[in-house]
């Protein structure tokens, strides 16, 4: 029997995309038995893949709200300087390009608003008497 401790080390690691080679020779474990326990906790073992990869995201991109913003700004920057252009100066077409670029990306960072779902997408148990099911 093997602790609970050294099975949690070996969901965490497989996670991690280690391979049953290196679990092996990490935990001290046979390969039969490392293959049983992916097939026992593969839940787990893809909940903590996600998570760890939600955490990677996390640290590494910025959420859709700070992109957006962070476009808006810019785009208020090039439209602000834009103003200020005279239609002769040859970058003026770069600007207004840079401006449609920048509206593109935030329509396509925010994607189609949507304020509401039918009522055969609201799950049962969150289902109230006033939720209608309104047709477009």
Same mark, same amino acid.
């Given at each position: 029997m093997h602790l609970p401790e050294t099975v949690?080390?070996? &969901?965490?690691?497989r996670a991690r995309g280690w391979t049953y080679s290196r679990l092996m020779t990490e935990l001290n474990i046979s390969?039969?038995?490392l293959v049983d326990w992916s097939r026992k906790h593969q839940f787990e073992i893809q909940n903590f893949h996600a998570i760890e990869l939600e955490a990677?995201?996390?640290? *590494?991109? $910025?959420?859709?709200?700070?992109? #957006?913003?962070?476009?808006?700004? %810019?785009? %208020?920057?090039l439209q602000s300087e834009l103003e200020k252009r005279d239609l002769s100066t040859l $970058?003026?077409?770069?600007?207004? $390009?840079? #401006?449609?670029?920048? =509206?593109? =990306? &935030?329509?396509?960072?925010?994607?189609?608003?949507?304020? $509401?779902?039918?009522?055969?997408? &609201?799950?049962?148990?969150? %289902?109230?008497?006033? #939720?209608?099911? *309104?047709?477009v």
């Open positions: 949690q080390r070996f &969901i965490e690691l390969r039969p038995t990677m995201r996390e640290k *590494w991109l $910025s959420s859709t709200a700070d992109r #957006v913003k962070a476009l808006g700004e %810019q785009l %208020q920057r $970058s003026t077409p770069q600007l207004m $390009s840079a #401006v449609r670029t920048l =509206q593109r =990306q &935030i329509e396509q960072a925010t994607g189609p608003l949507q304020f $509401s779902a039918p009522l055969s997408a &609201i799950p049962a148990g969150e %289902q109230h008497e006033h #939720v209608h099911d *309104w047709k």
